[in-house]
């Protein structure tokens, strides 16, 4: 099975700091990469996928990037309401799907 | 808009069953791919099973194969997930979603709000 690590599992930031998160596989994945968000108690929602392609509605200052094993999910000027916990989850290996462990950003 | 709302959560003992229950609005239910995703209490997520748009492909994560069945009936625009043998580690919040798009089943997207299930003697 394909695992999805994610780096840092959790970390402080301010509004309006730039913050990067990182995603790796254990075995090249092409661009078969998705990032959702999930706030406390709600359910996770869809950011990007194809590693790059925002969401319909979902705001701009969010991108991703990579391909292969590594990428990563750009917040360019963080927001109150970005709070969150957020997954990347490859579909490389569909219909076998796999999460990685999740990146907590909290308020500094 | 698109609405999915899970039903069929609660308390059973461990070894016993559950079905829940997603029904589905907003879009034409027969045309997706959908997905059961889980997560245990302050854990990440964990695939469960996908089902094709007419119900003619299952397949299931390897810590439920052989005791939970996928299943939909595109007249009632529902989705199942009958848990059998059920363990305390299948204690979690169970979420179905919807493929993204029939040519991207694998993306997930929306996601209904959750039910719980909690497996306790």
């Known amino acids: 099975a394909i695992r999805m690590t994610q780096s840092p599992s959790s970390f402080s930031a301010s509004t309006g700091d730039r913050v990067t998160i990182t995603c790796r596989a254990s075995?090249?994945?092409?661009?078969?990469l998705a990032w959702y968000q999930q706030k406390p108690g709600k359910a996770p929602k869809l950011l990007i996928y194809?590693?790059?392609t925002l969401q319909s509605g979902v705001p701009s200052r969010f991108s991703g990037s990579g391909s292969g094993t590594d990428f990563t999910l750009t917040i360019s000027c963080l927001q109150s309401e970005d709070f969150a916990t957020y997954y990347c989850q490859q579909y490389y290996s569909y219909p076998r799907l796999t999460f990685g462990g999740g990146t907590k950003v909290e308020i500094k | 808009q698109v609405q999915l709302v899970e039903s069929g959560g609660g308390v059973v003992q461990p070894g016993r069953s559950l079905r829940l229950s997603c029904a589905a609005s907003?879009?034409?239910?027969?045309?997706?791919?959908m997905h059961w995703v889980r997560q245990a209490p302050g854990k990440g997520l964990e695939w469960v099973a996908v089902?094709?748009?007419?119900?003619?492909?299952?397949y299931y994560a390897d810590s439920v194969k052989g005791r939970f069945t996928i299943s939909r009936d595109n007249s009632k625009n529902t989705l199942y997930l009958q848990m059998n043998s059920l363990r305390a580690e299948d204690t979690a919040v169970y979420y179905c979603?919807?493929?993204?798009?029939?040519?991207?089943?694998?993306?997930?997207?929306?996601w209904g709000q959750g039910t719980l299930v909690t497996v306790s003697s």
């Open positions: 075995q090249g994945i092409s661009s078969y």
């Open positions: 979603a919807k493929g993204l798009r029939t040519t991207k089943p694998g993306i997930a997207s929306p």
């Open positions: 089902i094709s748009y007419d119900g003619s492909n299952k």
């Open positions: 907003g879009f034409t239910f027969s045309s997706y791919g």
């Open positions: 194809a590693a790059s």
